[in-house]
T-cell receptor, first 109, second 114 residues
Framework: KQEVTQIPAALSVPEGENLVLNCSFT??????LQWFRQDPGKGLTSLLL?????REQTSGRLNASLDKSSGRSTLYIAASQPGDSATYLC????????FGAGTRLTVKP | ETGVTQSPTHLIKTRGQQVTLRCSSQ?????VSWYQQALGQGPQFIFQ???????GRGNFPPRFSGLQFPNYSSELNVNALELDDSALYLC?????????????FGPGTRLTVT
């Protein structure tokens, strides 16, 4: 059974800092991995999707990497802004989608 | 192109009652998946519907049931509500069934059971 772990559970950084969020998983037989953003009480906004054959994806200030052999993915956020404050979730697609519990990010002005 | 929509936004029910949540899939999508997200946790897969048939189910009891209609919109029904059913319910639609298809999420329905 796929287990997905996100560390840290919460992170607080000053504005402008670069940061890395971590996601680890136990079963490397995945089709793809997706990073989502969730604002309090809201739905999920897809940030990046990495197919199993890919190693990274980039969108603006965001870069996500995937290392299946080590069971890890990272989400790198450059030059963080207060508007980046949210919970970030990673999800792995085997035959159903398994989510981590998320990292709650606070970017202080 | 209209995204995934869900109704109602919020709902308060009493333990033992029944509830129906609704989801309209994104245009052109024939697959809908439902998730339950308890406070402080990641979403958990309930089930998926593909072309009006259930196409996979997570570890949820039979009192969680669903439907998909010919226009690919979907309902989630929960009978005999329990306090632990309080959660954000998310639906997601995709172009087709299968793990290679990206899922697009709606805004969710917040269910509170008292």
């Amino acid at each position: 059974k796929q287990e997905v772990t996100q560390i840290p559970a919460a992170l607080s950084v000053p504005e402008g800092e670069n940061l890395v969020l971590n996601c680890s998983f136990t079963d490397s037989a995945i089709y793809n991995l997706q990073w989502f953003r969730q604002d309090p009480g809201k739905g999920l906004t897809s940030l990046l999707l990495i197919q199993s054959s890919q190693r990274e994806q980039t969108s603006g200030r965001l870069n996500a990497s995937l290392d299946k052999s080590s069971g890890r993915s990272t989400l790198y956020i450059a030059a963080s802004q207060p508007g980046d404050s949210a919970t970030y979730l990673c999800a792995l697609n085997n035959n159903d989608m398994r989510f981590g519990a998320g990292t709650r990010l606070t970017v202080k002005p | 192109e209209t995204g995934v929509t869900q109704s109602p936004t919020h709902l308060i029910k009493t333990r033992g009652q029944q509830v129906t949540l609704r989801c309209s899939s994104q245009s052109g999508h024939n697959t809908v998946s439902w998730y339950q997200q308890a406070l402080g946790q990641g979403p958990q897969f309930i089930f998926q519907y593909y072309r009006e048939e259930e196409n996979g189910r997570g570890n949820f009891p039979p009192r969680f049931s669903g439907l998909q209609f010919p226009n690919y919109s979907s309902e989630l029904n929960v009978n005999a509500l329990e306090l632990d059913d309080s959660a954000l319910y998310l639906c997601a639609s995709s172009l087709a069934a299968g793990p290679t298809y990206e899922q697009y999420f709606g805004p969710g329905t917040r269910l509170t059971v008292t």
